[in-house]
């Protein structure tokens, strides 16, 4: 099946800094990415749609400025969490879909992010 | 207000034995359904999906049942093997509108 993977797993942050985290598709073209939120115990959350090329569509109530998100390739997404804080500890998950599947996601294996 | 509901947030079932895995949602526009599987420390894996225009579908031991008057469905899984131990999530979408998840329900498989 298709690959994605998703560098850091696991980032621990001072409060103030930013984090970047990367999404691949390995051996395919994602021609839309998306970045998910999940806090324990609860759904994934959508934050943001992005397609190659333009800028990401944000969910509602998702800061983009706090969330930048860069989809410049059709194989590599990068989220970045600008200034976090403590409230933005979290598991972030990326997946890809290509073509016409748009249902069918591949996921990342996530990214826990620890602001201290 | 959560869309799609997997009210059982664990489940466990002696190995070999049927396991069931329920899901509700309220949206009646929901024309896409699908589950996903997540072990610990991985991102979710794609399992099965069901349009609405189908009742079932079955994909080797695993098998999802829609009922669209009930907006409900269902994964089962016969027989359930150790591996199946993990996260599920109960997954819908509108046309091609984004994909919601439900908060997962956690099955263990018991020897």
């Known amino acids: 099946g298709a690959v994605v993977s998703q560098h850091p797993s696991w980032v621990i942050c001072k409060s103030g800094t930013s984090v970047k985290i990367e999404c691949r598709s390995l051996d395919f073209q994602a021609t839309t990415m998306f970045w998910y939120r999940q806090f324990p115990k609860q759904s994934l959350m959508l934050m943001a749609t992005s397609n190659e090329g333009s800028k990401a569509t944000y969910e509602q109530g998702v800061e983009k400025d706090k969330f930048l998100i860069n989809h410049a390739s059709l194989t590599l997404s990068t989220l970045t969490v600008t200034s976090a804080h403590p409230e933005d500890s979290s598991f972030y998950i990326c997946s890809a879909a290509h073509g016409t599947l748009m249902n069918i996601q591949y996921f990342g294996a996530g990214t826990r992010l620890s602001v201290l | 207000d959560q869309q799609v509901k997997q009210n059982s947030p664990s489940l466990s079932v002696q190995e070999g034995r049927i396991s069931i895995l329920n899901c509700d949602y309220t949206n009646s526009m929901f024309d896409y359904f699908l589950w996903y599987k997540k072990y610990p420390a991985e991102g979710p894996t794609f399992l099965i999906s069901?349009?609405?225009?189908?009742d079932k579908n079955e994909d080797g031991r695993f098998t999802v049942f829609l009922n669209k008057s009930a907006k409900h469905l269902s994964l089962h899984i016969v027989p359930s093997q150790p591996g199946d131990s993990a996260v599920y999530f109960c997954a819908a979408s509108e046309g091609d509108d984004k994909i919601i998840f439900g908060k997962g329900t956690r099955l263990h498989i018991l020897p």
């Open positions: 069901i349009s609405s225009i189908k």
